[in-house]
């Protein structure tokens, strides 16, 4: 099971890398107040929010277990982290047939 989580790990490069940062970045500001989070750069070009505005602190929130702080964040940290969880885990699995088949 290990060889297979380092070769899925190898051959999604980009989103092992996006998401590492991700979640590194926000157990830092969780956990010790470092705020090495990459802003939104929709409002930083355009000065208007999008509908991920949020997100990352609602994360933040969610790994401090403060889910009212994280529900006013952004609401939808509920239903993205589910979908985002379920849709990893089914990758995992698919890759995993075909890789021990």
Do not use: H
Not at 23 to 32: H, M, R
Not at 54 to 65: D, N, Y
Not at 71 to 99: A, H, M, V
């Amino acid at each position: 099971m290990y060889n297979t989580i380092i070769k899925y790990i190898a051959r999604n490069k980009i989103f092992a890398i996006v998401g590492f940062y991700f979640l590194f970045s926000a157990i830092l500001k969780a956990t010790a107040e470092i705020d090495i989070c990459i802003p939104c750069l929709w409002k930083s070009i355009f000065g208007v929010q999008c509908p991920g505005c949020g997100l990352t602190t609602a994360f933040i929130s969610l790994i401090e277990l403060d889910y009212r702080k994280a529900f006013e964040s952004n609401w939808l940290i509920y239903i993205i982290t589910p979908f985002g969880f379920y849709y990893l885990t089914q990758d995992y699995i698919k890759f995993s047939r075909k890789y021990n088949a």
